[in-house]
């Protein structure tokens, strides 16, 4: 599942960022910021306008993520 596609409060682990090019430079950051396999990722709220973008959590660390660099991370729902 995509992090896009989760619900707000919504606790999930990244299983992986996918590349959309060879280089791809977004994906790359997306790793540097701690979205890597394992981490676990929060979506803490939406935006006001067409719910982008979205306030992401990954670790202690809040960011707002473009809700097409979300669709790049793929999670795992956590177990409730």
């Known amino acids: 599942m995509k992090l ?7 606790r999930a682990t990244v299983v992986l960022v996918k590349d959309q090019s ?6 790359n ?5 701690g979205f890597v396999a394992g981490e676990p990722v929060s979506l803490v709220a939406l935006g006001p306008f067409g719910a982008d973008p979205l306030l992401v959590q990954v670790g202690f660390t809040r ?3 473009r809700r097409s660099e979300a669709a790049r991370i ?6 409730a």
């Open 4 to 10: 896009s596609d989760i619900q707000p409060g919504s």
């Open 22 to 27: 060879s280089p791809d430079p977004i994906a």
């Open 29 to 33: 950051r997306l790793r540097d910021l």
């Open 63 to 65: 960011f707002a993520l």
């Open 74 to 79: 793929e999670v795992q729902l956590a177990e």
